[in-house]
């Protein structure tokens, strides 16, 4: 079994794949919970989920609910089993299912939150379309100057050394994958996403979200939890709201992230979520070790 200091962390949009839903164990109330889902997107979840349509798992307003449940299901699983997290964070869409995770607000209403989250997002990216590309090889601080140079683009996520993503208009974008290339990436990889997420196109959404947040009843979280527009750890409702806030307009701050949680002496990063998206970021960070619980992790994790 590990023992060492352990942080879930909680994948985001991208991450979804076909079957994520009955790929995880059995936890109590997912079923009536992908109901409520259905029934406040008024889109058949279940049914996608299981026929492995990619673009229609892209689709924003099925991706974020679906992810948000298949999130929270294997950290609930996780914690059924025993283990007991020091600190939680979530990648974008993932910091809701962390947020639930930690008692912030209950799971039922964290739905309804990413429900809504994903309306107005998908409206957003209708209105002002755009697209988002992942930059390898360069680190945020050779990324910056060059996007700064370009109307309509933005830096969106900070992943790791090595690898960030850019957000923004379609043509800035395309001009962005150009200089970028010509600064010195090794590759720019354009994203399966509908819109410009986590940028300034996202504003009109973050508005709307904005009474959405505040109508909401927050309490602090049981255990400290790093947020993507500000990762200094907190428990503390009236911050975790305001950030929340934030998150739709701002970069996900995720190389901070990881070196927040190292202050905090994590050793152990456990993804409770489908794929190994931050399991495969965390071998930038030395000193903190990676568990995927698609493969054999949960075993090692228990010690079965």
């Known amino acids: 079994m590990i023992a060492d200091t352990i942080a879930l962390v909680f994948p985001g949009q991208g991450s979804q794949r076909s079957g994520m839903?009955?790929?995880?164990?059995?936890?109590?109330?997912?079923?009536?919970?992908?109901?409520?889902?259905?029934?406040?997107?008024?889109?058949?979840?279940?049914?996608?989920?299981l026929l492995g349509d990619e673009r229609a798992l892209a689709?924003?307003?099925?991706?974020?609910?679906?992810?948000?449940?298949?999130?929270?299901?294997?950290?609930s699983a996780v914690r059924d089993a025993g283990v007991v997290p020091e600190a939680v964070a979530g990648h974008s869409l993932g910091e809701l299912a962390a947020l639930a995770f930690a008692g912030v607000f209950s799971v039922e209403a964290g739905l309804e939150l990413v429900v809504e989250r994903s309306r107005l997002m998908a409206s957003s990216a209708a209105a002002d379309p755009g697209a988002m590309t992942a930059v390898i090889g360069l680190d945020a601080a050779e990324v910056e100057p060059v996007v700064a140079d370009l109307e309509g683009?933005?830096?969106?996520?900070?992943?790791?050394?090595?690898?960030v993503v850019v957000s923004g208009r379609l043509d800035a974008?395309?001009?962005?994958?150009?200089?970028?290339?010509?600064?010195?990436a090794r590759r720019v990889v354009r994203l399966d996403v509908s819109g410009a997420f986590h940028s300034p196109l996202m504003d009109a959404a973050a508005l709307a979200f904005t009474s959405v947040v505040e109508g909401a009843d927050f309490c602090d979280a049981s255990i400290p939890i790093v947020q993507n527009a500000d990762p200094t750890p907190t428990r503390d409702a009236s911050r975790i709201r305001a950030r929340l806030v934030e998150?739709?307009?701002?970069?996900?701050?995720?190389?901070?992230t990881?070196?927040?949680?190292k202050d905090?002496?994590?050793?152990?990063?456990?993804?409770?979520?489908?794929?190994k998206v931050l399991t495969g970021l965390a071998k930038r960070y030395p000193g903190i070790e990676g568990v995927a619980l698609d493969d054999a992790g949960m075993a090692a994790l228990v010690g079965e």
């Open 173 to 184: 974008i395309e001009r962005a994958e150009e200089a970028l290339q010509a600064a010195g």
């Open 153 to 163: 683009a933005w830096v969106a996520n900070d992943n790791c050394p090595g690898q």
């Open 21 to 49: 839903l009955t790929a995880v164990p059995e936890t109590e109330d997912l079923e009536r919970l992908v109901d409520a889902a259905e029934a406040l997107s008024d889109l058949e979840l279940r049914a996608i989920d």
């Open 247 to 256: 998150q739709m307009t701002s970069p996900v701050r995720w190389t901070e």
């Open 59 to 75: 689709d924003t307003r099925v991706a974020q609910p679906l992810l948000f449940l298949a999130d929270w299901a294997w950290a």
């Open 258 to 261: 990881m070196e927040a949680l």
């Open 264 to 275: 905090l002496d994590v050793s152990t990063l456990v993804e409770v979520g489908p794929g």
